[in-house]
């Protein structure tokens, strides 16, 4: 692993169910015109020449904001299904709200998904992901995401429980950057607009 090893993280742009609080997954909703401009403010900010490596989630989402941030042609993601969201099972489509109506204080840091991937699950995937980020060498990574997937990610990059993950909301169409702080793993940036 390079001890500089830089690696940012996109949450994918606005959608109409992002929007309303809705747990989406595996329903691959398009983006709404807002999440097209978020996801078009990040072009020109983003150097796609800078990344040695340039994932995506499969889901629509995620791939039509790395198209519109300028991540086209031969900077094109790979696509990953390591980075896809968390599996909300019986919940996809639902809000935190209405979940709590017969599951007081759920979130899904701490509670199952009937029928959708435990947090352990999760965990396991997305440690496979860092892995073969860390593996291709490269000094710079990008990948293109989603708000639960990418925050555990995050966790599993500082070796945090993931029971912590509400204490790092992630906004759609932000910009976050992983790496080091004296050789420690670090949050270099988080929700930038």
């Known amino acids: 692993m390079s001890r500089d090893l830089e690696l940012t993280l996109i949450r994918h742009g606005e959608t109409e169910w992002s929007a309303a609080g809705r747990h989406t997954s595996t329903t691959d909703l ?3 015109p807002k999440g097209e401009e978020q996801a078009g403010s990040l072009a020109g900010r983003l150097d796609p020449a800078g990344y040695g490596l340039i994932l ?3 889901r629509l989402r995620a791939r039509h904001t790395a198209e519109l941030a300028g991540f086209t042609g031969p900077y094109a993601p790979q696509l990953d299904d390591d980075l896809v969201e968390w599996d909300y099972g019986d919940y996809e489509g639902r809000t935190s709200e209405e979940i709590r109506e017969t599951v007081p204080d759920w979130t899904i840091w701490e509670h199952p998904a009937p029928g959708g991937e435990t947090a352990d699950q999760v965990r396991q995937r997305l440690l496979r992901a860092i892995a073969r980020i860390r593996e291709s060498g490269v000094e710079r990574a990008i990948c293109f995401g989603h708000g639960h997937a990418l925050r555990a ?10 029971a912590l993950g509400n204490h790092f909301p992630l ?9 080091t702080e004296k050789d420690d793993p670090a949050v270099l940036q988080w929700n930038a607009p």
């Open 30 to 32: 398009p983006l709404t």
């Open 56 to 58: 995506s989630s499969p």
């Open 153 to 162: 990610l995050t966790l599993c990059w500082l070796g945090f429980d993931l």
């Open 171 to 179: 906004h759609t169409g932000t910009v976050s950057v992983l790496g």
